[in-house]
């Protein structure tokens, strides 16, 4: 059975940073996309960033400069590190593997807020 599970949510002050940590587990994901999409309350759920490579990454517009994502295929583990936030960051944020299937985790709160 497939599990992904995230971890590193929290509150943080604007201009703060957080790392998000998401760890796959009951299959081998290294033929994957892995990545992050980020739901605020009242909006759709958005793309943050996705990677395929080290030279495959997509970031939405909103993030780039500020968030950089990266994975560890020996751990199954994809990684947000999330520099100067804003406000506007603050929403649930949850951890996608994506290839044949499509998996997701339960998602982790990222708040922002002073």
């Known amino acids: 059975q497939v599990h992904l599970a995230e971890s590193g949510g929290g509150l943080v002050q604007p201009g703060g940073s957080l790392r998000l940590s998401c760890t796959a587990s009951?299959?081998?994901?290294?033929?994957?996309?892995m990545g992050w999409y980020r739901q605020a309350p009242g909006k759709e759920r958005e793309l943050v960033a996705l990677?395929?490579?080290?030279?495959?990454?997509n970031y939405a517009d909103s993030v780039k400069g500020r968030f950089t994502v990266s994975r560890d295929n020996a751990k199954n583990t994809v990684y947000l590190q999330m520099n100067s936030l804003k406000p506007e960051d603050t929403a649930v944020y949850y951890c996608l593997a994506r290839g044949n299937l499509i998996f997701w985790g339960q998602g982790t709160q990222v708040t922002v807020s002073s």
């Open positions: 009951g299959s081998t994901f290294i033929n994957y996309a």
């Open positions: 990677i395929r490579s080290s030279s495959m990454i």
